[in-house]
């Protein structure tokens, strides 16, 4: 009988070894896998490469990682966003390497990463710093940049439903960067909200099919935090 | 003493959001674009797409509607209209890189006159630079709208011959609603198409470094 679950965080991040990348979902904290990251920072792995949307927010999360040396680079495409300071910090001691990617490109990244397709050209950032010391090429008339695939040692996901294959949904906006990352880790870690017995999810239902998940924790955290604007 | 009155934050939004037709699919960026959307007239059936996955998107909910896990790319409670649909980050971009939205509202720093936009930083050396999708839009959609305040607030103009800040995109805007004007990015140029109340055509050219024509 296949059944992905295990029983803690704990035993969730067992084995993440120093130096992986590690990539982390969610857009705006919503579907953000925010226990396996504190998971991540309990069980003690660093030299990591972080791939995630932003350096992180506040002083929680990515972020903390960062903060506590950590993480040896992040690829995101917000270095700074409102409350980015342990970032900030960081990155002005020279003690964490950048690289910033258009949003589009770092969803099709991973999805290529995900989808065995090594390097794809796109028009996105063409003409721009972005392009600076890329294979660039004039394809259909305008200048296309070469970008790399990106793949995960480590994935790290928030579902919010879950049945023991592995197969997935999210809630709302909580689906974001979630599928596309599910699908590019080695090892693909998921937190769920809910857990549904198999065949509760329809086929029709299913986002991200069990296949691309290795490991799966129950932790109904609840809502994501309401923003104050 | 100017004395022309420049167009509120809120007139400049009415004022993008009457020009766009029933039936385009449309991409708000942060700031004054976002605010277009509220602005759209509820009989006109415009679709808003949001980056993180949203295609039909509503106005801001009462606190009593307010669903946690419904935002917008600019991090704000947002509704679903009836029709509404969710995609992973990935199609979302894919849609905007596959030229599927009639048009994308940016906020701006510079537009050049052949219709380059620098939106994303202000200095090759910005230390933690912050960029987003606007790249990806100012590529993907079939037609780029800017909007922004006509100089800085310190004065430094930001309708150029050519940028002066790291490029967004190149050639890609086609129009540019200021507090001052709109104007049409062309072949021959900036074209002025309306302005505020009180200001003059020179007055304007006095305000940018490239020139402006009439329509």
Redesign the interface.
């Known amino acids: 009988m296949i059944d992905k679950f295990v029983r803690s965080v704990a035993e969730a991040m067992a084995g993440i070894k120093d130096g992986s990348t590690v990539l982390v979902s969610g857009?705006?904290q919503?579907g953000e896998p925010r226990a396996l990251v504190d998971g991540l920072i309990e069980q003690g792995a660093c030299d990591l490469t972080v791939v995630h949307n932003t350096?992180g927010r506040g002083r929680e999360g990515v972020a903390r990682l960062i903060g506590e040396g950590r993480v040896r680079k992040i690829i995101c495409?917000?270095?700074?966003?409102r409350g980015?300071v342990l970032?900030?910090e960081v990155?002005?001691r020279g003690d964490i390497e950048?690289e910033?990617?258009?949003?589009?490109?770092l969803?099709?990244r991973?999805?290529a990463g995900g989808a065995g397709i090594p390097a794809f050209f796109?028009?996105?950032?063409?003409?721009?710093?972005?392009a600076r010391g890329k294979e660039t090429r004039v394809i259909n008339g305008r200048?296309c940049v070469l970008e790399q695939a990106i793949r995960g040692d480590v994935a790290l996901v928030e579902a919010w439903r879950a049945d023991r294959w592995g197969n997935l949904v999210?809630?709302?906006?909580?689906?974001?960067?979630?599928?596309?990352v599910a699908a590019a880790g080695d090892l693909t870690i998921v937190q769920t909200q809910n857990v549904a017995e198999l065949g509760e999810l329809t086929p029709e239902m299913i986002?991200t099919p069990g296949i691309y998940v290795d490991r799966i924790v129950h932790v109904p955290s609840g809502?994501?935090?309401?923003?104050i604007? | 003493m100017a004395n022309w009155k420049p167009w509120t934050r809120e007139e400049l939004a009415a004022r993008v959001a009457r020009d766009i037709p029933e039936g385009w699919s449309v991409n708000l960026g942060i700031g004054i674009p976002t605010l277009v959307g509220n602005y759209v007239p509820a009989d006109r059936e415009v679709i808003l797409h949001?980056?993180?996955?949203?295609v039909g998107m509503g106005p801001a909910p009462s606190p009593e509607k307010?669903?946690?896990?419904?935002?917008n790319a600019s991090?704000?409670?947002v509704t679903l209209v009836t029709g509404a649909s969710?995609?992973?980050?990935?199609d979302?971009?894919?849609m905007?890189?596959g030229g599927h939205l009639d048009l994308c509202v940016l906020g701006g720093f510079q537009v050049a006159e052949n219709g380059d936009l620098a939106n994303w930083?202000r200095s090759?050396d910005d230390?933690?630079?912050?960029?987003?999708?606007?790249?990806?839009?100012a590529?993907?959609a079939k037609r780029i709208w800017v909007v922004m305040e006509h100089t800085t607030k310190t004065g430094e103009k930001r309708i150029l011959r050519r940028c002066t800040y790291?490029?967004?995109?190149?050639a890609c805007v086609k129009r540019v609603y200021t507090d001052l004007a709109v104007i049409d990015v062309t072949e021959r140029g900036f074209v002025v198409i309306d302005t505020a109340p009180g200001i003059t055509i020179g007055d304007l050219q006095a305000l940018g470094d490239a020139p402006l024509h009439s329509a």
């Open positions: 857009f705006a919503i350096a495409s917000f270095a700074r966003s980015s970032f900030e990155y002005a950048l910033i990617v258009p949003q589009g490109t969803a099709e991973i999805r796109t028009p996105t950032g063409g003409g721009t710093l972005i200048e999210y809630r709302d906006a909580g689906r974001n960067f979630n599928p596309v986002v809502d994501p935090p309401v923003v604007s | 949001s980056e993180n996955g949203i307010l669903n946690p896990w419904l935002v991090r704000q409670h969710y995609m992973n980050h990935a979302s971009f894919g905007v890189r930083s090759e230390r933690a630079p912050a960029i987003g999708g606007a790249m990806d839009l590529v993907g790291p490029l967004t995109a190149t």
